[in-house]
């Protein structure tokens, strides 16, 4: 458990917050470091200003948008280099960083003139509680071993038993 030091308190529990959201992305080659509002260092890593705007955030999905002037993002997006990437995002309040959200990217959407990509990012426990990364074929064949076999796992035992 972390304790907040009275300024992050006090920023908290205001009615009308405005705390600086800082995106960290992994994308394989880069990582992506983005703030929506001034410029920031934190964990060794410097946050730009490059106009990322928050759209929603709970505790299982996140959307936000970057710009995308030089295209670089669209061309990863493209690729297929985006999708299942790690990403965070913290909240940014008077000099301290508190983790708001953590998970894998879905597929960006481009804007129809490609100056900006939405992101989607759902959290790890979220995905992997509905569905595998990799699903598996179902087994070619299925041994059981004969009822009354012994089964030996460490210094426990278990005997098969048909089942009524």
């Known amino acids: 458990m972390r304790t907040l030091s009275s300024a992050m308190l006090a ?3 205001k009615t009308i917050t405005d705390p600086v959201y800082l995106f960290k992305m992994d994308l394989g080659s880069q990582f992506i470091y983005a703030t929506s509002r001034e410029a920031i260092t934190y964990d060794s890593n410097s946050y730009s200003t490059t106009g990322a705007r928050l759209e929603s955030i709970d505790n299982q ?22 999708q299942r990437n790690e990403c965070s995002v913290y909240l940014h309040y008077d ?11 879905d597929a960006p959407e ?8 939405v992101f989607t990012a759902v959290d790890l426990y979220a995905l992997v509680s ?3 990364f990799e699903r598996m074929q179902a ?8 009822v009354g076999t012994v089964v030996r796992l460490g210094s426990s035992s278990l005997n098969l ?4």
């Not at 995308?68 to 280099?81: H, T, V």
């Not at 000099?95 to 990217?105: A, C």
């Not at 481009?110 to 990509?117: E, Q, W």
């Not at 038993?161 to 009524?164: F, N, S, V």
């Open 11 to 13: 920023s908290v529990n």
């Open 61 to 82: 999905r996140v959307r936000f948008s970057l710009p995308n002037f030089d295209r670089d993002i669209s061309a990863l997006a493209f690729a297929g280099q985006i």
């Open 95 to 105: 000099g301290e960083v508190i983790g708001r959200f953590s998970g894998l990217l």
């Open 110 to 117: 481009c804007s129809g003139d490609y100056n900006s990509v």
């Open 130 to 132: 509905r569905w595998p």
């Open 139 to 146: 087994p070619a064949f299925n041994h059981m071993p004969a």
């Open 161 to 164: 038993k048909r089942d009524k």
